[in-house]
């Protein structure tokens, strides 16, 4: 790449991994980064998102953890959604670790802010959706989007979501299925809900058959006199939606949201209540199998939802996004004079990524199987919502969140001294 003319890199989408990808990518001086946004603005949909010690590494090597501040997620309570009675409570273990600065939920704008402020000016281009891919002769390809314009790149790097198009295109047999969850989001004042008991507390999970309702801080409370603070109503038993239709982000009304927790403790349903007509917004769940490759044509590299259509899993997707990006930084970078760079950096992003989210489904199967031998054994739910709790939620995930992105690098590098 040395001596020659600037490798060309299109970055598709504007969310937290393309543009931690932009940032890591556009420190490398033999690369000239473009990101396009279909959106006309930046635009960040949902409502909080949880970062842990693996988002703070990543964020730190970005430049931009400073930028970042939310409600800590200390004193996590699980609870009984029909009952209210209490089954766990957790001090976050991140949040007593000395060099940690604890696990947080945080305005996603917040996230999307901190990282925009870190994009060098010119290089993210607006209203530019992505209809169509093709390969190209001498290791190029081309990207049409919807205004008719198109692009030629050297490296493609697929940063376009759970529907990504990109995906589609390499791996044309890959279904997206409706996972039969929704999702009702929204951050309300803190004040709004300060006259229902044990509603704002706490980081809290309150458990049903058919659903469970999360609730937490979104706001560091010294920046503000009136925090905003999130309920999430998520139900598992919606009716079926094409993987075709993008249900994501649209309006909910009240009533329907509040028929998802008619059967919960009164608490939550005033929690639900106190919300007003047109806050409420519905997000679908899709999900699909593991790929087999996360690269392709020998150029393009998915990362984030693109790259595993997790459906949210394990609620750090923007970290595992930005962790993808920056890797893929590290790999152009130690193959920057090889005979064949970019095909040699995307091998080494594969090496490095694809077993990690391998290793995510297995844990899925695993806790997915224990769970249903756990439902066939006892018809005690507060037994069943235990073994939930301590399987799904506190099992060992630390490869999750405690993942040092930059020790995964050296370690690799180490390993393969050809990179040192």
């Known amino acids: ?19 931690g990808t932009a940032i890591a990518l556009s420190q490398l001086p033999f690369l000239k980064v473009t ?30 953890s400073d930028g970042v501040k939310g409600g800590s997620k200390s004193n996590t309570h699980q609870r009984n959604a029909y009952t209210g009675k209490i089954l766990s409570i957790v001090e976050h273990p991140e949040n007593s670790e000395a060099q940690s600065r604890g696990a947080i939920r945080a305005r996603r704008t917040r996230l999307q802010s901190a990282l925009l402020a870190q994009v060098p000016e010119g ?23 919807d205004d008719g314009t198109e692009v030629i790149a050297d ?81 598992y038993n ?43 917004r519905e997000f679908a769940t899709f999900a699909g199998p593991r790929l087999d490759k996360i690269t392709g044509w020998n150029k393009i590299a998915l990362i984030g939802d693109a790259s595993h259509p997790l459906s949210g899993a394990f609620g750090s997707g923007a970290t595992f996004a930005m962790e993808d990006g920056w890797i893929l930084a590290r790999a152009l970078e130690h193959t920057q004079y090889t005979a064949h760079p970019v095909q040699e950096a995307l091998d080494i992003f594969e090496q490095i990524r694809s077993p990690y989210y391998s290793k995510m489904y297995r844990h899925l199967d695993e806790t997915k199987a224990k769970m249903q031998g756990f439902k066939t054994e006892t018809d005690n739910f507060d037994a069943f919502l235990q ?26 590098a180490d390993e393969h001294g050809h990179l040192t």
Do not use: C
């Open 35 to 64: 990101l396009y946004e279909k959106n006309s603005e930046p635009r960040e949909a949902g409502a909080g998102i949880s970062l842990s010690t693996n988002a703070w590494k990543v964020l730190d090597l970005l430049g931009a």
């Open 1 to 19: 790449m040395v001596g020659q003319a600037l490798t060309s890199v299109a970055i598709i989408g504007g969310g937290p991994g393309g543009l």
């Open 238 to 280: 919606e009716p079926n939606i094409s993987g075709k239709t993008v249900f994501w982000g649209i309006p909910a009304t009240n009533e329907k949201v509040g028929s998802r927790v008619e059967k919960f403790d009164q608490r939550l349903r005033d929690a639900v209540s106190a919300v007003q007509e047109g806050e409420w």
């Open 155 to 235: 490296i493609v790097v697929g940063a376009d979501g759970l529907h990504s198009i990109i995906r589609k295109t390499l791996i044309k047999d890959h279904e997206l299925r409706f996972t039969g969850n929704s999702a009702f989001r929204v951050l309300v004042p803190k004040s709004r809900l300060a006259h229902i008991p044990d509603i704002t507390s706490t980081t809290a999970w309150w458990w049903g058959e058919d659903g469970h309702v999360y609730l937490s801080d979104v706001d560091d409370e010294e920046e503000s006199n009136d925090p905003l603070f999130e309920i999430t109503v998520r139900s």
């Open 387 to 412: 073994a939930k709790i301590d399987t799904f939620l506190y099992g060992d995930k630390d490869f999750i969140y405690k993942n040092d992105i930059e020790k995964v690098w050296t370690e690799y």
């Open 123 to 145: 290089i993210i281009q607006y209203s530019k959706k992505l209809v169509a891919l093709e390969d190209l002769p001498r290791q190029s390809t081309r990207l049409v989007f």
